[in-house]
């Protein structure tokens, strides 16, 4: 069975830094789309970074310039470094993936970590 598995984050200065790791494990033949959201308490949840595989790296503007987001296809894993932390960064961080099983090498399916909170602190 495929599952992400979150880690990382905790509680950060404001301009300090945490990075927030995801595994995909299970019988994977391909993950296509990569991203990281957020849930702030009372918001929606919001797109902070995405990669497509192979293509390049698309960030929300409330980001740019402070996260960097990478994957690694070899490990299945996807990473979120933060850098420069605002308080309102503050939320509960999930990953996310559109992975191509090897039991069903036909279909994509849409995929969720169990989510990691990130607190910054002012």
């Known amino acids: 069975q495929v599952q992400l598995v979150e880690s990382g984050g905790g509680l950060a200065q404001s301009g300090g830094s945490l990075s927030l790791s995801c595994a995909a494990s299970?019988?994977?033949?391909?993950?296509?789309?990569m991203d990281w959201y957020r849930q702030a308490p009372g918001k929606q949840r919001e797109l902070v970074a995405s990669i497509p595989n192979g293509g390049s790296t698309n960030y929300a503007d409330s980001v740019k310039g402070r996260f960097t987001m990478s994957r690694d296809n070899a490990k299945n894993t996807m990473y979120l470094q933060m850098n420069s932390l605002k308080p309102e960064d503050t939320a509960v961080y999930y990953c996310?993936?559109?992975?191509?099983?090897?039991?069903?090498?036909?279909?994509?399916?849409?995929?969720w970590g169990q989510g990691t909170q990130v607190t910054v602190s002012s």
């Open positions: 299970g019988s994977i033949l391909r993950i296509n789309r």
């Open positions: 996310h993936a559109n992975i191509v099983p090897a039991s069903a090498a036909r279909y994509e399916f849409s995929y």
